[in-house]
T-cell receptor, first 110, second 113 residues
Framework: GEDVEQSLFLSVREGDSSVINCTYT??????LYWYKQEPGAGLQLLTY?????DMKQDQRLTVLLNKKDKHLSLRIADTQTGDSAIYFC??????????FGTGTRLQVFP | NAGVTQTPKFRILKIGQSMTLQCTQD?????MYWYRQDPGMGLKLIYY???????DKGEVPNGYNVSRSTTEDFPLRLELAAPSQTSVYFC????????????FGPGTRLTVL
């Protein structure tokens, strides 16, 4: 079965780095994603990584994938108050569908 | 482009009532999805469609129905509303089977009393 797990909360100081972690169970996942949800809004795709990659960097975002441990992480450098949101990881082994994690609420304080 | 639009934004239903949540996209996307998000939880897939005339069940389809008569519209029908269907419903679309083209609507907050 498929299951994607995340820790519920993360609190960081403005300017520090944030690391949000995710574990998934389906080793046949082909794509793994990070989405951001701001209050009262839908989900916004931040970035994604193919399963044959170990790392992907996009400006302040770094995604690391450890396929052996089925572990995905999102690092946000120089975290800002505007980064406060809920972050969801998701996996896809069937390109028609995504399975979402429960979300990590990131709170950034001054 | 308006992107993905959903109506209504909010709705309160009584147990046993029915309603249709509307979803429209103007991006000519083939794939469309309905998710529900319960408080403090991730998204669960209700139904999805890979093109007009084609629909498939997701993880939690019970109590819902969908249709896809056009590329643009993907309405979600609740026939006999139950308190367990209190949730926020999101519609999403994407052009094809590539993640970076997926777009979400703003959501419909539904309460069943």
């Amino acid at each position: 079965g498929e299951d994607v797990e995340q820790s519920l909360f993360l609190s960081v100081r403005e300017g520090d780095s944030s690391v949000i972690n995710c574990t998934y169970t389906d080793s046949s996942s082909t794509y793994l994603y990070w989405y951001k949800q701001e209050p009262g809004a839908g989900l916004q795709l931040l970035t994604y990584i193919f399963s044959n990659m170990d790392m992907k960097q996009d400006q302040r975002l770094t995604v690391l994938l450890n396929k052996k441990d089925k572990h995905l992480s999102l690092r946000i450098a120089d975290t800002q108050t505007g980064d406060s949101a809920i972050y969801f990881c998701a996996e896809s082994w069937d390109t028609d569908k995504l399975i979402f994690g429960t979300g990590t609420r990131l709170q950034v304080f001054p | 482009n308006a992107g993905v639009t959903q109506t209504p934004k909010f709705r309160i239903l009584k147990i046993g009532q029915s309603m249709t949540l509307q979803c429209t996209q103007d991006m000519n996307h083939n794939y469309m999805y309905w998710y529900r998000q319960d408080p403090g939880m991730g998204l669960k897939l209700i139904y999805y469609s890979v093109g007009a005339g084609i629909t498939d069940k997701g993880e939690v389809p019970n109590g819902y129905n969908v249709s896809r008569s056009t590329t643009e519209d993907f309405p979600l029908r609740l026939e006999l509303a139950a308190p367990s269907q209190t949730s926020v419903y999101f519609c999403a679309s994407r052009l094809g089977p590539v993640a970076d083209t997926q777009y979400f609507g703003p959501g419909t907050r539904l309460t069943v009393l």
